[in-house]
């Protein structure tokens, strides 16, 4: 699949995976600066979201119901997307769910085939064992460069982040930026 033919436009490329209720997406489409592409397993959030973005006239965005995995897996041309945001992947605690996992080697590996060298991925949690598990998987893959942020430098605040605060709890954040390494093989 051709990602920059889903969103019309000469931006910058950027997908948010993951985006449940869509205030992140529908926030970066409203700054205009970019192309947004969204990818939602659930169904019931992917169309809502969808709905709201058309009756807001976004065209500079895309709401899709997907396993961002997959998708990604078989999407392209390789170095099209400028930023990824991935926001409080994996919620299944039990070890036998592990292999659920959105983001993986495997994921990484299709993530730095479709990042531009210089273009970012933002993994966000509020949960400190996976923040340490995502960090450990970023700085293993030879692609990225990876530092914990404080803050989201975006500016688009997903409706979990906002709860976590509310909350009171911690969000942990990975920023990752691609670097040159040659060509990329699959593992």
């Known amino acids: 699949m051709d990602l920059g ?6 931006q910058p490329l950027e ?23 969204g990818l939602e ?3 019931k959030w992917a169309h809502r979201v969808e709905q709201r973005r058309v009756r807001e006239g976004l065209g500079n965005a895309r709401a899709l119901c997907a396993d961002a995995r997959e ?12 930023r990824v945001f991935v926001h409080f992947p994996d919620p299944w605690w039990k070890k036998r769910h592990t292999k659920r996992r959105v983001v993986s080697d495997g994921f990484l590996d299709t993530l730095a085939r479709l990042i531009r060298v210089g273009g970012e991925l933002l993994v966000q949690t509020d949960v400190d064992d996976r923040a340490d598990d995502y960090e450990a998987l970023l700085v293993a893959h030879r692609a990225f460069t990876v530092r914990r942020v404080a803050e989201n430098p975006f500016g688009a605040e997903s409706n979990r982040e906002v709860r976590a605060a509310e909350d009171g ?10 670097v040159e390494i040659g060509p990329l093989t699959p593992r």
């Open 5 to 10: 033919a889903l969103v019309g436009g000469d």
């Open 15 to 37: 997908l948010d995976i993951g985006f449940g209720r869509g205030r992140s997406l529908l926030v970066r489409a409203r700054q205009g600066k970019s192309r947004v592409i």
């Open 41 to 43: 397993i659930k169904a």
């Open 71 to 82: 998708l990604l897996a078989r999407s392209g041309p390789d170095g099209s997307v400028q």
């Open 169 to 178: 709890l911690p969000v942990f954040r990975l920023l990752a930026t691609r």
